[in-house]
């Protein structure tokens, strides 16, 4: 009886090794390879948070992958529930899509959700906070962006 998980452990490990599993590696030095492209509905914020980054100012001719930036939507929904008659809950959604051009061409809708307490009594303190969730969530988009350049490098 002993054995059986013992061999169970052992053709787990062994096919775990024979996948060769690592851990991805960035590399920051390749930021300067990419030339950024934003649509006209892209905030500035958002520009210049990837200008930080991929040191999309400076513009370089012989840069061979492009990346699109288009389509940035923020959406807010209001949630509703119980006896009262507003909102208990609000939810934001802030989608981007983004079109990578290389030796290949990549197109993908990049999501970002974020829930709220909308029982705030100040309007204007519930204004700022949708205002750092969009900040926040454009953080995260960025992270989706790092990660799909990166693996389309590969």
């Known amino acids: 009886?002993?054995?059986?998980?013992?061999?169970?452990?052992?053709?787990?490990?062994?096919?775990?090794?024979?996948?060769?599993?690592?851990?991805l590696n960035i590399d920051l030095d390749k930021k300067d390879?990419?030339?950024?492209?934003?649509?006209?509905?892209v905030p500035n914020s958002f520009e210049q948070k990837l200008a930080i980054l991929f040191?999309?100012?400076k513009e370089v001719e012989n840069r061979q992958n492009q990346i699109l930036i288009q389509d940035y939507i923020l959406n807010k929904y209001d949630v509703y529930g119980g006896s009262s008659l507003r909102a208990l809950e609000g939810e934001i959604n802030l989608e981007i899509h983004i079109k990578m051009i290389g030796n290949k061409q990549i197109?993908?809708?990049?999501?970002?959700?974020k829930r709220y307490?909308?029982?705030?009594?100040?309007?204007?303190?519930?204004?700022?906070m949708i205002k750092s969730l969009e900040s926040e969530m454009q953080k995260e988009l960025i992270d989706q962006i790092i990660f799909e350049v990166h693996t389309f490098e590969m």
């Not at 009886?1 to 775990?16: E, H, I």
């Not at 390879?33 to 509905?41: G, I, K, R």
Request: proline share 4%; net charge positive; aromatic share 16%.
């Open 117 to 128: 307490k909308s029982n705030e009594l100040n309007p204007f303190a519930q204004d700022q």
């Open 33 to 41: 390879l990419f030339n950024f492209q934003f649509d006209s509905s």
């Open 1 to 23: 009886m002993k054995l059986r998980p013992f061999f169970l452990y052992t053709c787990l490990l062994v096919s775990l090794t024979g996948c060769q599993y690592n851990q």
């Open 107 to 113: 197109s993908k809708k990049l999501v970002s959700y």
């Open 55 to 57: 040191n999309t100012e």
